[in-house]
């Protein structure tokens, strides 16, 4: 029976990640990774099944030459890498699990064999002698926790020299003992320095050079982190923006700059991005704008927050908006920004008791 190929990425920290951070946006980061590496998958492997924090991969009856796998490993880091990088850039969030992401690194191990397979309700997954082999090479005595490895016997099948090098890879030779049995491999420890990383659009950072057109403010009994979760996390979004038929979002993802949003509001679309805009040291801002409105050509609002104590914060938001017609400043000036005003007041409202509701519940 010909071999198959094994290939198991793991994210490296996860275990201790998820520990020490704040539950929900740690399990949004890991969920954007491993979706990434996923999408990088651009040799046909086949999806097995998803561990935690790492993707179990197989090729039946087939793997992949030399040239390939290589490449298949160095997509793969490229991709990790690059989404770590725009996660740190665009980050808006302050919790632990957004400030620490970019910690976080991969291991992946690659082995062959020939596989045997079960069906459980109905999917088919490898099974077998080679299977328990390949995981337990993530246990190994690697002194890194970002590398690739290969196992000798994959390495001998596509002739793939234990002491290889390139401008990325520098092979070595290492063992360990698995149930009584040596089990030999090659890795090499990958230099994330050394990818040439993805581009992403950067986050807008705007300036203003004049006042905003509208200022509101209101002390709210909750810390500036709390305050800020509350705000960009749009499943609370319901609960407190005022006159919104419904919120359309990626549920999977940690709001960042250059996230987008729907609003429907009285049938009519109105597509948000995040953005943000400079502060004071010591305050915490996010920021949306959006070129859907009526009257207006462009609206832009943020939330500015100030910390006052661990359980209190003060919250300004502060509303521009652009437009090039005469007949439209008039407008808004004698009634538009009294509706807005409104608007933006009874969501600020409805914040604030949303909040104090919620905690008066969970404590």
Request: proline share 3%; net charge neutral.
């Amino acid at each position: 029976m010909p071999k198959s190929l094994l290939f198991i990425p793991d994210i490296s920290g996860f275990t201790n990640f998820v520990q020490t951070t704040e539950v929900e946006h740690s399990q949004h980061v890991i969920a954007e990774l491993l979706e990434v590496l996923i999408e990088s998958n651009t040799h046909e492997l086949q999806l097995a099944e998803i561990e935690g924090d790492a993707l179990f991969f197989y090729k039946e009856e087939e793997v992949l030459s030399q040239e390939k796998l290589l490449a298949q490993f160095e997509t793969m880091y490229t991709a990790f890498y690059s989404h770590l990088r725009l996660l740190e850039r665009n980050r808006i969030c302050s919790c632990t699990a957004c400030a620490t992401a970019a910690s976080l690194q991969l291991k992946i191990v690659a082995h062959c064999g020939e596989l045997s397979f079960i069906a459980v309700q109905g999917n088919r997954k490898p099974f077998g002698k080679q299977v328990i082999e390949a995981h337990r090479l993530l246990k190994n005595s690697v002194e890194s926790d970002n590398y690739a490895l290969v196992s000798k016997e994959l390495a001998s099948t596509i002739e793939l020299p234990i002491y290889y090098y390139s401008k990325l890879f520098r092979f070595r030779e290492g063992q360990d003992v698995y149930d009584n049995r040596e089990v030999g491999y090659i890795y090499s420890v990958v230099d994330p320095e050394k990818l040439v990383l993805n581009t992403f659009p950067k986050g807008q950072k705007l300036v203003f050079k004049r006042p905003p057109d509208l200022v509101l403010e209101k002390d709210i009994p909750v810390s500036g982190k709390l305050l800020i979760e509350y705000i960009t996390n749009y499943t609370y979004r319901h609960y407190w923006g005022i006159g919104v038929d419904r919120f359309e979002y990626n549920e999977h993802e940690v709001t960042r700059l250059g996230t987008e949003h729907l609003c429907v509001v009285n049938g009519k679309h109105l597509n948000f991005v995040a953005v943000t805009k400079e502060v004071a040291s010591g305050k915490l801002v996010y920021g949306e704008m959006t070129s859907s409105p009526p009257v207006v050509n462009i609206f832009y609002q943020f939330y500015i927050i100030t910390p006052i104590t661990e359980k209190s914060s003060t919250l300004r938001v502060e509303t521009y908006w652009e437009t090039k017609s005469l007949i439209k400043r008039l407008f808004i000036f004698l009634f538009v920004k009294r509706v807005f005003k409104r608007n933006t007041r009874n969501a600020i409202d409805g914040l604030a008791q949303f909040i104090s509701e919620k905690h008066n519940t969970t404590t």
